[in-house]
C-alpha cells in the first residue's frame, strides 16, 4: 500500500487547514487508518485514528479541533483540523494498520506515508 498525503501548509494561529491521505495498491477499506505527527526534536505522536468500523480516538491535545473522516470509495482518509495553534506545527503522517482496530502505538501501523508539512504562525 502507498499513501501520498497533501494539504499541508502555512497558517495563522487559529485557522484551518484539511490534509488528504491518498491510498493505492491495496484495499484499506478493511484496516483502521491514522493520523501521526512529528514536530523538531520530538518523537512521532499520537494525532488520531479511525477504525474500518468507523471508531474514532482523539488525544485530548486535538478532542474538539481536528475531525478524522474516511472515504473507503476513494481510499482517502482527511484530516480536518481547526483552531490551530503554533504547537500543531510539524510533518503529519497518514497511516495504515495491520487491522481493522486501532491503536496509539506506531509500531502496530503497516503502511506510512511520507508526510506533509504543516506550519502554523502566531
Known amino acids: 500500500v502507498q499513501l501520498v498525503e497533501s494539504g499541508g501548509g502555512l497558517v495563522q494561529a487559529g485557522g484551518s487547514l484539511r490534509l488528504s491521505c491518498a491510498a493505492s495498491g491495496g484495499t484499506v477499506s478493511s484496516r483502521a487508518m491514522a493520523w501521526f505527527r512529528r514536530s523538531p526534536g520530538n518523537q512521532r505522536e499520537f494525532v488520531t485514528a479511525i477504525t474500518a468500523g468507523g471508531m474514532i480516538d482523539y488525544p485530548s491535545s486535538v478532542r474538539g479541533r481536528f475531525s478524522i473522516s474516511r472515504d473507503n470509495d476513494k481510499s482517502t482518509l482527511y484530516l480536518q483540523m481547526n483552531s490551530l495553534k503554533p504547537e500543531d506545527t510539524a510533518v503529519y503522517y497518514c497511516?495504515?494498520?495491520?487491522?481493522?482496530?486501532?491503536?496509539?502505538?506506531?509500531?502496530?501501523?503497516?503502511?506510512w506515508g511520507q508526510g506533509t508539512q504543516v506550519t502554523v504562525s502566531s
Open positions: 497511516a495504515v494498520g495491520r487491522s481493522g482496530n486501532s491503536v496509539r502505538n506506531e509500531a502496530a501501523w503497516s503502511y
